[in-house]
């Protein structure tokens, strides 16, 4: 039997490799793949929750989310060429 | 977004719109051309250099593999340059063979170039008609003298065979048939929408720059400088018949477009004059048997598919072959004008300004 | 038992084999009517009128080398070729090729799955197929595919976003996602769409052109100026699978234009009853003629059609297209408003 | 049962593909590692009986953000490779141990949590007019979060012209 909890604690270990992602690369890009996942991660508890009380909700702030993604991806990609095209790297130390 | 590091592209020598072994190196910033580097010399074979090595002869056969889509109009030039020198009067029928040969022959090469320059832009059934067109010149040209691309066609004083019975008919029939064809050509071009987004405001260029680059031929009466060898210094039989020169307005590639779809159409109009008034009488002047020029240098262009093709001579007036031999090819001249026509534009420009400048490498780096 | 696992087997595999012999028959399609519409005769040698041609084309394109570029990136220049091919085949789950069917005694539906949301699948496993070409020009590290990638990845997602507008007013007037609701739908409402939304259609079928990579759009691999983009490092089998691919897209394209706007297997007419000996012809053969025909349009269109330039191209997607599927689709919103309201 | 094979194998490739994502040295093997993630967790959706946000996952995630992202590294991967040194600042190890940490701290939550049946709250679902996944959701977007839809459609639109304006060379 998969319970909400199943869900949570993978959605929860995606968060953290998410997170791990974040703090340990230096390139930039990977860092936006990272927030992407821990974005991901919320969804998937969203959702499971969703199915759990069987009320779409859950999937209406999925969508929600992921808008917020899109907008964050289209925003934080263009800074990236912004600050390519002035320091010609990706690496946030540099 | 590559502004900060230019892309170096390497277009050719192995590449399918440089008509050849053309080689442009282009730097690009994104799709945008910001300049061009024109590397030519890939297909020279020296051919100046061996003609002074031939007798005066021998030499017309190596001026059928320079312009190689236009053979017969070198062994002309040639020839009438020789015959400048000697000063021999070419007899009239012969005359007007060379003028049918010559404008068949341009009819070929403008085969050639609507159906490869279509082809760059991308329509490709044009390429299959004009070549089926192209295919009925050859046979006119096979029966002529008996070969399809490299025909050896001229003698010095006049032609070496008489035309074969019932092949002015023929010739006459082609024309009928070419009529009905150019139509065909323009309903899948002219009016085209594609083909006019295309080719309109690309590559312009005006009278007095084309000039001062050195253009000639289409390129330069594409906008609109009123050059053509045959009306200015009239050869052959050109004084005899009746044509117009087309010019543009704008000096765009459309323009070159229209100028060379309008020459096929004045091409018919002199080969149908030509063979309809073919005088009877000999085909060959009189010529010495050993050809021997007196010394001095002479310069004779005539008006090549592509251009003025000129020829500039110099005989030591004791050897039997030329001291200095130096061919002015228009395609070279026209392939000059590329760098200027392509900056600004983008990568699928250039193929397109490739082909409205109708170059033959064969020609340029002879 | 047979039901919900032998039957729908059955189907993937025909549909299968189906989908891979009509794309490979396909290319012979295309090299005869251009061949015919520029007065050549085409592939003649390998059997009578080169019937056999996909055989040959199939045995060489093995046999020849498989070029990989010493500094191409290696995993990923192999996967690029599957990507491609893999969503142009799934698409085919969600393509109603008849309605159910009585066949050997049992109901048999002549479609593999009717899912609920079945056109978003379609979009939706479309747009992943973009990866294979932007991932071939990368993994090529050569400086024509690379361009070409650039070109395919932006006219892709461009035209993407006016396909999927004029999705929108087929499913206003259907009011399902379905596929096979939306053929019921026109059904129901005694008109092929295309009828209805004529705007939605023509820009579907543009835009379409665009998504395959087809004359006049075929940018992504001009020949005459990229030396056949994205492809170019590829050879053999890999090489093939692309080729594949474009066709299969093309046979995607062509069936999801026959169940949104010209009625899928419905016969023309379909409630008119002095036609019904016109369903003598099972349901099946009309869609394949339909699609059949826009396949045609296809080649057609490659064999007239100059290119576009790639900046044109991007003018025609953004500012008239699209601005056109968004009107179109306010407009059939308003009257559907209004229908209802009446 | 059925379930149970499909959430396991789901949630192995979810994690091995995001744990691939973080890691890998190249960045475009780690964007395809990641559209590759995205597919799991769409079929994870389907699992939850989510198809519509399973297509919907596919084609804005997979079919365009990540594009995006493959677009922007291709643009940037053209001269050096990134990281191509070690910087000391960074404290990577510290991010690996507190996350370590967090991940051990789960899976003690998970040993303990997991054996209790999750109870199925069914007082909130409320009665829907319509039936079918798409419906409800499309339901909701325009009645209860109606105006939370339009913030969301304006803060894409904001983010399209910041976007438009960061990229642009000259404006």
């Known amino acids: 039997m998969i319970t909400p909890t199943h869900y949570m604690l993978l959605s929860a270990a995606l968060f953290m490799i998410g997170v791990v992602g974040v703090m340990v690369r230096r390139n930039i890009i990977i860092i936006f793949m990272s927030i992407e996942l821990i974005l991901n991660a919320v969804n998937i508890n969203l959702v499971a929750f969703s199915s759990q009380l069987h009320h779409v909700v859950g999937q209406v702030f999925a969508i929600f989310v992921i808008a917020v993604a899109a907008a964050e991806a289209a925003v934080g990609l263009g800074i990236i060429l912004a600050f390519y095209r002035n320091k010609e790297t990706v690496n946030i130390d540099e | 977004m590559f502004d900060t590091n230019e892309l170096v592209l390497n277009m050719g020598p192995q590449h399918p719109s440089t008509h050849g072994v053309l080689r442009v190196v282009l730097r690009l910033d994104g799709e945008k051309v910001v300049d061009a580097d024109t590397v030519i010399g890939y297909l020279h074979r020296g051919i100046e250099k061996l003609s002074e090595n031939r007798n005066w002869t021998q030499i017309i056969l190596l001026t059928d593999r320079m312009d190689y889509v236009a053979a017969a109009t070198s062994n002309v030039g040639y020839c009438e340059t020789v015959e400048k020198m000697l000063q021999i009067e070419v007899p009239r029928r012969a005359r007007y063979v060379r003028t049918i040969l010559c404008e068949l022959q341009r009819i070929a090469s403008h085969c050639l170039w609507v159906g490869t320059h279509a082809m760059d832009i991308g329509a490709m059934t044009v390429f299959l008609y004009a070549f089926r067109e192209r295919e009925l010149i050859l046979d006119l040209f096979e029966e002529f003298c008996g070969a399809r691309l490299t025909y050896n066609s001229m003698r010095i004083g006049g032609l070496p065979l008489d035309i074969p019975p019932g092949w002015d008919k023929k010739v006459l029939e082609f024309c009928r048939i070419m009529d009905g064809k150019l139509y065909e050509y323009e309903e899948l071009l002219t009016h085209n929408r594609i083909w006019l987004e295309r080719t309109k405001g690309i590559g312009v260029i005006s009278g007095p720059n084309a000039v001062g680059l050195g253009l000639c031929g289409p390129p330069l009466r594409g906008s609109g400088v009123p050059r053509d060898v045959r009306k200015d210094e009239p050869y052959a039989a050109y004084d005899e018949v009746e044509f117009d020169v087309p010019l543009g307005t704008v000096g765009d590639t459309y323009d070159r477009y229209l100028v060379r779809m309008e020459e096929f159409k004045q091409s018919v109009r002199i080969v149908r004059q030509a063979t309809e008034g073919i005088p009877e009488g000999p085909i060959v002047g009189k010529v010495p048997r050993l050809i021997k020029p007196a010394a001095g240098e002479t310069y004779h262009a005539i008006e090549s598919p592509k251009g003025e093709l000129g020829f500039f001579i110099v005989s030591d007036g004791k050897s039997t072959n030329p001291y200095r031999f130096r061919v002015r090819p228009p395609s070279f001249c026209n392939l000059q004008g590329l760098r200027t026509l392509i900056k600004g534009h983008l990568v699928a420009d250039v193929v397109a300004l490739i082909g409205s400048l109708d170059v033959v490498l064969g020609e340029v780096d002879r | ?342 | 049962m059925g379930e149970a094979i499909a959430f396991y194998t789901l949630a192995a490739f979810i994690l091995g593909f995001a744990v691939l994502v973080v890691s890998t040295k190249d960045t475009v093997h780690s964007v395809l590692f990641l559209v590759l993630d995205f597919l799991f967790v769409a079929a994870l959706y389907v699992l939850l009986s989510a198809p519509f946000l399973a297509v919907i996952q596919i084609l804005v995630y997979a079919g365009g953000i990540v594009v995006l992202y493959l677009f922007v590294v291709m643009l940037v991967n053209l001269k050096r490779p990134p990281e191509a040194h070690q910087d000391p600042r960074r404290r990577s190890k510290l991010g690996f141990g507190l996350s370590v940490a967090v991940l051990l701290e789960l899976v003690a939550v998970g040993l303990i949590g997991v054996n209790e049946t999750g109870r199925p709250v069914t007082a909130a679902a409320s009665v829907m007019p319509v039936s079918g996944n798409t419906e409800q959701v499309g339901w909701l977007l325009y009645t209860s979060y109606l105006i939370p839809f339009e913030i969301a459609s304006m803060l894409l639109l904001v983010a399209m012209i910041g976007a438009i304006v960061l990229a642009k060379r000259e404006l």
């Not at chain 3, 009517?33 to 050549?40: F, G, L, N």
């Not at chain 3, 593999?112 to 197929?129: F, R």
Request: glycine share 6%; aromatic share 14%.
């Open chain 3, 1 to 342: 038992m047979i039901d919900s696992f032998v039957v729908p087997l059955l189907k993937i595999l025909i549909v299968l084999n189906a989908t891979l012999v009509g794309v490979t028959y396909m290319v012979l399609l295309e090299r005869k009517v251009i061949a015919w519409t520029q007065s050549r005769l085409g592939p003649m040698r390998v059997g009578p009128y080169g019937i056999l041609q996909p055989v040959a084309d199939a045995v060489k394109l093995m046999i020849k080398e498989d070029i990989t570029p010493v500094r191409a990136d290696k995993w990923v220049f192999t996967a690029a070729p599957i990507i491609s091919m893999v969503p142009a085949l799934i698409v085919y789950a969600v393509i109603p090729f008849g309605p159910e069917v009585s066949l050997f005694g049992r109901r048999v539906s002549l479609f593999i799955t009717d899912v609920n949301v079945g056109l978003l699948y379609v979009v939706s496993v479309a747009s992943v197929g973009v990866y294979g070409i932007i991932l071939a020009g990368y993994a090529s590290n050569s400086k024509y595919p690379l361009l070409a990638s650039l070109r395919a990845s932006a006219q892709l997602i461009s035209y993407e976003v006016a396909v999927t507008l004029t999705l929108v007013s087929v499913i206003l007037m259907s009011g399902t996602l379905s596929m096979v609701g939306i053929v019921n739908a026109q059904y129901n409402g005694n008109v092929w769409f295309a009828f209805v939304q004529p705007v939605a259609f023509v820009i579907f079928f543009i835009g379409g052109l665009a998504e395959t990579n087809r004359a006049p759009f075929d940018m992504p691999e001009a020949e005459q100026e990229l030396t056949g983009g994205f492809h170019t490092e590829y050879s053999g089998m890999r090489f093939a699978l692309f080729f594949l691919a474009e066709y299969a897209n093309m046979i995607v394209v062509a069936s999801v234009a026959t169940t949104l706007f010209f009625g899928g297997w419905l016969r023309p007419f379909p409630n008119v009853a002095f036609l019904r000996f016109l369903d003598l012809i099972p349901s099946w053969t009309w869609f394949l003629l339909k699609t059949f025909v826009f396949l045609y349009i296809f080649i057609w269109v490659r064999a007239t059609l100059p290119r576009y330039r790639y900046d044109q191209l991007m003018r025609l997607g953004w500012k008239v297209l699209i601005p056109l599927a968004i009107g179109n689709l306010v407009v059939t919103g308003i009257v559907k408003v209004l229908m209802v309201m009446w």
